[in-house]
């Protein structure tokens, strides 16, 4: 799969509007320790191509596929 691949099985058009510049509020669930949240941009396209995929294939959120992505991530470069 090519990088932009995933954009082409967009069939839908999109709303138009307003686009907000401002970061959301975090999930009143994470922010109950000590660690502290950051904001992550990306594609609009790229996360709604996951979740459909996600959707599809009856697995986990979104959140939690890309928390498991980084830390293997992570874990990989740490090897020797």
């Known amino acids: 799969m090519g990088r932009f691949d995933y954009l082409d099985k967009n069939t839908k058009g999109g709303k138009k509007g307003k686009v907000s510049k401002t970061a959301p509020a975090p999930d ?37 596929l890309v928390e498991d992505l980084l830390l293997a991530w992570l874990r990989e470069r740490q090897r020797p």
């Open 28 to 64: 009143e669930s994470r922010t109950g320790g000590t660690e502290r949240l950051e904001a992550v941009y990306l594609r609009k396209e790229t996360v709604r191509a996951v979740w459909r995929q996600v959707r599809a294939d009856g697995g986990e959120s979104v959140s939690e």
